[in-house]
């Protein structure tokens, strides 16, 4: 069974910083293209971030709104993605899912973390 | 940017009825169009892929249908089950995603 599990969440201050987590099981982990979506609270859905596998030197993608401000990465060994947000601001404010794809599409979700930027 | 339009942003209806949601893209996105159904406290599910592909595991009742800028999510007999938001999501540049449609229950 495919399993992701967002960590790492809660309520920072703007211009503060956050790493989130998210543990996976029961797919390939190494092959896989992994993403970060965030729904904010008017529940709108938006793409945030990419890494791509070993055989693509781990290339990385962002949305422009946190280009600069976001990074992403991964760890093979623990089949683990991994979302640093620097200089939080309180648009931040929203749900990140991990997520990855299957037929180019989004198919295997987390349950979600709740990040609050707020002072 | 491709930008996605779906209407209605709020749709009302019985058990039984057929349930039409759009979508509209701000450019021509071929076939590369996703419906998701998101329940409440959940993350969102694929229902639909490359438009017109029905997902593994999802009722038959659910279809999919358009291309270029145009598309059409059908349930084609509402079920009490089915009552959620449902997205559009597009891959064909990067990725947007839709404002949502609230499907409730009459």
């Known amino acids: 069974e495919v399993q992701l599990v967002e960590t790492g969440g809660g309520l920072v201050q703007p211009g503060k910083s956050l790493k989130l987590t998210c543990a996976t099981s029961?797919?390939?982990?190494?092959?896989?293209?992994m993403h970060w979506v965030r729904q904010s609270p008017d529940k709108r859905l938006e793409w945030i971030a990419r890494i791509k596998d070993k055989s693509k030197n781990y290339a990385t993608d962002y949305v422009e709104s946190v280009k600069g401000r976001f990074t992403i990465s991964r760890d093979d060994s623990k089949s683990g993605v991994y979302l640093q947000m620097n200089s939080l601001k309180e648009e931040d404010t929203a749900t990140y899912y991990c997520?990855?794809?299957?037929?180019?599409?989004?198919?295997?979700w987390g349950q979600g973390t709740l990040v609050t930027v707020s002072s | 940017d491709i930008q996605m339009t779906q209407s209605p942003s709020f749709l009302s209806a019985s058990v039984g009825d057929r349930v039409t949601l759009s979508c509209k893209a701000s450019q021509n996105i071929n076939k590369y169009l996703a419906w998701y159904q998101q329940k409440l406290g959940e993350a969102p599910k694929l229902l639909i892929y490359?438009?017109?592909s029905l997902q593994t595991g999802i009722p038959s009742r659910f279809s999919g249908s358009g291309s270029g800028t145009d598309f059409t999510l059908t349930i084609s007999s509402l079920q009490p089950e089915d009552v959620a938001t449902y997205f559009c999501?597009?891959?064909?540049?990067?990725?947007?995603f839709g404002a949502g449609t609230k499907l409730e229950l009459k």
């Open positions: 999501l597009q891959h064909n540049s990067w990725y947007t």
């Open positions: 029961g797919f390939t982990f190494n092959t896989a293209w």
């Open positions: 997520t990855t794809i299957r037929n180019y599409w989004f198919v295997y």
């Open positions: 490359n438009a017109n």
